[in-house]
């Protein structure tokens, strides 16, 4: 099956399209054309031409499509917003199942990719001096979050590798010695592994999509309540007690 993958859960617009089947050891996900741009102010700007540049590039059509796969946080609610509206607006003008996935589990599906097994920690940032994160078992399954706070609070007892982030890896404690890469893997590794990809967020999706299960609704993961909040009641001024209106004071 061909699926359309969008994320916009981090500063990076990715969008792509991948073939997905099954294998003799699972599902396998081929990327056939992939976009991504770092740019947390064009979400909206580029995240519809990449996806039309990787249709054009992998000589389909949106009709050829068989579902969409779409991020859905931890994440900004601007940037989520963008990539959440567009993979649903895409979905039903194509008569297509949209799955949301947790970014963070697209970003482990990466990581695993390339090569990361044992014990793994995933990290956005979550501004404001604060890591997006989840903790993911060997066998690939997650065991703790998605969550958010300081870097510094994630543990790292027994963790083989941590991607991510590269400015919120640096705020990592080290607890008992790890036997992997350890932080030097998020801010070193060749293919800067700090965002999900298309591939691996079809492989979170994967096991749905083969399967044809029924999507729920898109939710985001926002994890914070908004910045924005309605305006508290504030009492009147003592001085203007027992002013009638348009009269004078009593």
């Known amino acids: 099956m061909l699926v359309l993958a969008v994320d ?47 249709l054009a590039e992998a000589d389909l059509t949106p009709g050829d499509l068989d579902a969409v796969v779409v991020g859905v946080g931890p994440g900004p609610f601007t940037g989520l917003r963008v990539g959440m509206a567009t993979a649903a607006a895409f979905a039903d003008a194509l008569g297509r199942p949209v799955h949301g996935v947790c970014s963070l589990d697209g970003l482990a599906q990466r990581a695993r990719a ?14 404001r001096r604060e890591a997006y994160h989840a903790r993911y078992a060997p066998d690939g399954v997650r065991v703790s ?17 941590v991607v991510g982030d590269a400015t919120r890896l640096g705020e990592l404690v080290w607890g008992e010695p790890h036997t992997g890469t350890g932080g030097e893997v998020g801010a070193t590794a ?13 492989a979170a999706a994967a096991a ?7 999507p729920a609704p898109l939710e985001p993961l ?3 309540r908004p910045d924005a909040v309605p305006p508290r009641r504030v009492e009147p001024s003592p001085a203007l007690r027992g002013v009638e209106a348009g009269g004078p004071p009593r």
């Open 145 to 161: 979050g998605p969550t958010v706070g300081p870097a510094a609070d994630i543990a790292t007892d027994g963790v083989d590798h």
């Open 8 to 54: 916009t859960s981090t500063p990076a617009v990715t969008a792509g399209v991948c073939r997905l089947v099954h294998g003799d050891h699972g599902p396998v996900v081929t990327p056939l054309a992939t976009r991504v741009t770092e740019d947390a102010r064009a979400h909206a700007e580029l995240l519809t031409p990449h996806i039309l540049d990787c």
């Open 190 to 202: 060749p293919d800067r592994v700090i965002a999900p990809d298309p591939a691996g967020l079809v």
């Open 208 to 214: 749905d999509l083969l399967g044809g299960a029924v």
């Open 222 to 224: 926002y994890l914070r």
């Open 114 to 127: 390339a090569g990361m097994t044992g014990e793994l920690v995933v990290v956005t940032d979550a501004r």
